[in-house]
């Protein structure tokens, strides 16, 4: 396989929790609209990477925030991939754009009927068992491929990319440049690392971009020494 036909699809490994996967969702997006590129979104928990010894997994809690909406989210995913896109980009605005909590089972039955969905549908999924292996399997996907984190992409070559992490994602020809200059990187499958320092503008201005997400958090964040991600330490019920 060329990379050009690689970079014509990409599998969008996202948390719904995570405030720079949603960022670069919203990059994907606009290159999607100017290139036709092909995006499949696919999880991974950062709820379950990120789990202290002795805690539970996200699949044995009653409801567990990034987890359970990657349920409805699977769910969805079954019955028309269109429903799983419009409902990532929903609760992602919900969450990291409005400052609200999807993440609540109330609001995140608001959020179904908003895309078109039944309400009854977040109770379809948390009944449905395997919606937890749908998890487990995109989950395990990118551990696989030695991920540890969202976003990570993977191409139709089998390359896996971990990012562009963005606070202020670019759009229309900006976009599609950004994804030529990441695509880019998969004519050198040995270069692994490039990173942008961070001063304090940059700080400031990544504290700007996450203010709304993180009025609408109400969980642990974990510092596993990479970027910021998240662990929900609480067990809530539906």
């Known amino acids: ?30 290159v999607r609209a100017h290139t036709g590129l092909t995006v499949n979104w696919r ?9 202290f010894e002795g805690k539970k997994h996200p699949w044995e809690r009653s409801w567990s925030y ?12 079954r019955r028309d991939a269109a429903l799983l896109d419009a409902w990532y980009a929903r609760i992602g605005r919900e969450l990291h754009l409005d400052g609200g909590t ?6 995140a ?4 009927t908003e895309i078109g969905a039944d309400a009854a549908l977040l109770n379809e999924a948390l009944a449905d068992p395997s919606t937890h292996d749908d998890i487990k399997a995109d989950h395990q996907r990118v551990l696989d491929a030695g991920g540890f984190g969202v ?3 993977l191409f139709p070559d089998g390359q896996c990319l971990f990012g562009p992490v963005l606070v202020d994602p670019p759009d229309g ?7 030529d200059v990441v695509t880019g990187m998969l004519e050198f499958p040995h270069v692994y690392e490039l990173q942008r320092p961070k001063a304090a503008r940059d700080e400031r201005a990544i504290a700007d971009a996450l203010d ?3 009025r609408g958090r109400d969980w642990v964040s974990v510092d596993r020494g990479r970027i910021i991600e998240l662990g929900d330490e609480r067990e809530t019920t539906s």
């Open 173 to 179: 020809a900006a976009a599609v440049r950004l994804w």
């Open 102 to 107: 999807p993440h609540e089972p109330d609001t």
């Open 43 to 51: 999880f991974f928990s950062l709820e379950e990477i990120n789990r």
């Open 212 to 214: 709304p997400y993180l």
């Open 151 to 153: 976003p990570t992409l």
């Open 1 to 30: 396989m060329t990379v050009q036909s690689a970079r014509s699809e990409v599998d969008f490994h996202f948390d719904p929790m995570c405030p720079f996967a949603y960022h670069t969702s919203r990059w994907i997006r606009e």
């Open 109 to 112: 039955r608001r959020l179904l």
């Open 66 to 77: 990034g987890w359970s909406l990657m349920r409805i989210a699977a769910l969805l995913r």
